[in-house]
């Protein structure tokens, strides 16, 4: 009798290896360089691509099923959520706020990093790489649709959600996440996979992430928790292919040390600058408060990037130029984004608001060392003008920094009394800078960052007004014709918190109780 | 460093003086962040230094509680980080001021609200 032969099962690294090795091929009819046409103009050089392993191996049809049952799970509780009506249920209207800028700003970029991924998936002579990179650019399209899905139920209730991607592209203080990604999008491959995969991912994320997401649950959005969730492993993965990055390029050749680590140190600063609106939402806008942004840069950034940058260093990667004054600023940035934020209300599609006393002394607990000595009294004064029926605005534009766009509202380095100004001469122009990091950016490229269209110097050479708008007209607002031209509807986007239409909704429904109680 | 790119990289300035309708001058009041980064302030340069001081900065400033109290003889100025004595008389542009020039204004004595910079 024939004996039966046993079919043999591949094992994983067998069954990659067959399912993606045959992606890669020599071309004849066409040169490798007019192929891979951004691969060599950058400096980087790649001996052995072969070399780089993915290192999750995973196939396209495990990666489909893993992201199909995440899917499953994440929606049936966004449905349940939106069934319960569990918008009612979050500790306070405020909250909503939180999401407000989440969408409008981070979810935008999670977008554009799926446009870059796709770029990168394409443009990568390693056939390993390119696949890394096409399943990240699948998972940072899922979690912009995740994130979008999940905070459309509160549209349905709330202001300042309906109109993030405009926003993204036209609203002033967005311009600091818009210009990081623009920024990386416009750069090439490998500077770009430095950017977002390993100074953005590895580095900067974990805080937003993790601690934005035990922020949505103590306030009572599961919904948001378990968008974060289910995005974590994903993270995890793009995270780990960062770190791989690093060390296949700076390994393969002596020449690609330095330029890389002048990619470290300019892109964990520009990330780091974008973090700011992240450190304001987690002390200012999540109403019932756990961790501070200190205990979070402290837990996510600072202790792991200690040991990271010890392992780096046997490849002779040092810690990023800025770090040490980025770990500095853990005291200050939240309250001075706010306090910024705050003054600038009025031209902003979220609302804002002095703390309650509580939670100042909240933030005096975790911020012994800066809260009471600077930026408490200022808060204090606000609240007061506030009683008296004079809620303070700011109502002159502010000056912005030429590489990070944000506001220049950031202290020296040696201390919150004075605000950093930094100055550069280039092509006979004087160039405006809120840190020494943010200028060095600007003087190793002066032809990229020197065309920056700054949306203050838009709006002042009048190209943030709608076509129909007659500037020379009697008693015309250009504010108001600003946050016209900007879709911010005025009056219940923008301003205060208190007395909003959000504020005064949210309470006749009976919100921030038990969702069922609130029905009765 | 130079440009590293595909091919020819051109540059287009967008905040050339040609392209305002006035020069900007970015203003600051030193250790009062109440006015939480300085400002943007279309001024033409031919502005005087004491209309200056007596229009625009109260338009700018005149919120802040301690404004009022500014004794003006005691202002320490500042053109960028270079401090100097200005010619009320004169104006800004006769005194060095340009596009996108800084003028910082120093208030020793008033530290912002109870003294936190504020």
Known sequence: MDQRVEKKKHSLKERYAAMTGDLHWETTYQSMDEVFPYEQYEGIRIHQWDKFEDPFRLTMDAYWKLQGEKEKKLYAVIDAFAQNSGQFGVSDARYVNALKLFIQSFTQQTYYAHRSFAHLGRHFRGDALRVACQMQSADELRHFQNQTHAIANFNKYFNGLHNATHWFDHAWYLAAPKSFSEDAFSAGPFERLIAISFSFDYLLTKPLFVSTMSGA???????????????????????????????????????????????????????????????????????????????????????????????????????????????????????????????????????????????????????????????????????????????????????????????????????????????????????????????????????????????????????????????????????????????????????????????????????????????? | MSVAAIGNYSVALRDTAEHFAQPLLYVGWDEHMMFAAPLTVPLSMATRFEDLVSKVLPALYGQHPEFAQINWNKVQWFRSADMFTPRMQGTLAEQGFGHKSVLRFRTPGLEGIHGSCG
């Open chain 1, 217 to 520: 649950a103590h306030n009572g959005d599961l919904s948001s928790v378990t968008v974060g969730f289910s995005a974590q492993s994903d993270e995890a993965r793009h995270m780990t292919l960062g770190l791989e990055c690093v060390k296949f390029i700076v390994g393969q050749d002596p020449a690609n040390l330095p330029i890389v680590q002048r990619w470290m140190d300019k892109w964990f600063w520009r990330g780091y600058r974008v973090m700011t609106l992240a450190a304001m939402m987690q002390d200012y806008m999540q109403p019932k408060r756990t961790t501070s942004w200190k205990q979070a840069w402290e837990m996510y950034v600072e202790s792991t990037g200690e040991a990271l940058f010890k392992e780096l260093a046997q490849v002779g990667i040092r810690q990023p130029k800025g770090w040490a004054q980025a770990c500095d600023g853990k005291d200050h940035i939240s309250h001075q984004a706010w306090n910024a934020f705050y003054g600038y209300g009025d031209t902003t599609a979220f609302h804002t608001w002095v703390p309650e006393p509580s939670e100042l002394d909240w933030l005096s607990k975790k911020y012994p060392d800066s809260f009471d000595r600077w930026y408490r009294p200022r808060l204090e004064h606000y609240a007061q003008l506030q009683k008296s029926g004079q809620r303070y605005t700011n109502k002159t534009l502010p000056m912005l920094c030429q590489t990070c766009q944000l506001p220049m509202f950031f202290t020296e380095p040696s201390g919150p009394r004075w605000i950093a100004y930094r100055e550069t001469q280039h092509a006979g122009e004087r160039f405006h800078f809120c840190s020494d990091h943010c200028e060095e950016i600007f003087s190793n490229e002066p032809e990229k960052y020197s065309q920056a269209g700054l949306p203050v110097h838009q709006i002042l050479q009048g190209h943030c007004f709608k076509p129909e708008v007659n500037a020379a007209a009697p008693g015309f607002d250009p504010a108001s014709a600003v946050l016209d031209y900007c879709q911010i509807n005025q009056g219940y986007d923008n301003g205060e918190f208190k007395g909003s239409e959000d504020d005064t909704n949210f309470a006749s429904w009976g919100g921030g109780q038990n969702p069922q109680e609130a029905q009765l």
